[in-house]
């Protein structure tokens, strides 16, 4: 049974910092792509990172580039996601996701399709 479970979200002040985590168990992740996708009341589940299993490649939506920063430990079996500059447009339930398989092409881990397993979500709630 493979579970991912995420941590860390809160409520923070615009202009803020969070670190959510995402703890990965059931299987040996270190060879799956790990990504964390937002989504916002009424709005579509949204990319926001991906990091590679060698962590040699990692992915952006444009709106995050620059203040948030994937990584990943082995050790743990652990992806975080550090936000910096929060906005409140940055609210949104934040999920975990992972991937069994290599990209097929280079922006796959931008598709949610592309995902085989998703945590429950943590939210994070920038206030203004």
């Known amino acids: 049974q493979v579970q991912l479970v995420e941590t860390g979200g809160q409520l923070v002040q615009a202009g803020g910092s969070l670190r959510l985590s995402c703890a990965a168990s059931?299987?040996?992740?270190?060879?799956?792509?790990m990504g964390w996708f937002r989504q916002a009341p009424g709005k579509e589940r949204d990319f926001v990172a991906a990091?590679?299993?060698?962590?040699?490649?990692?992915y952006y939506a444009d709106s995050v580039k620059g203040r948030f920063t994937i990584s990943r430990t082995y050790a743990e079996n652990t992806v975080y996601l550090q936000m910096n500059s929060l906005k409140p447009e940055d609210t949104a339930v934040y999920f975990c996701?992972?991937?069994?398989?290599?990209?097929?092409?280079?922006?796959?881990?931008?598709?949610?399709?592309?995902?085989?397993?998703w945590g429950q979500g943590t939210q994070v709630t920038v206030s203004s």
């Open positions: 990091i590679t299993w060698s962590g040699g490649n990692t």
């Open positions: 996701t992972a991937a069994r398989s290599s990209p097929l092409y280079y922006n796959q881990p931008r598709e949610w399709a592309y995902y085989d397993y």
């Open positions: 059931g299987r040996t992740f270190t060879s799956y792509t």
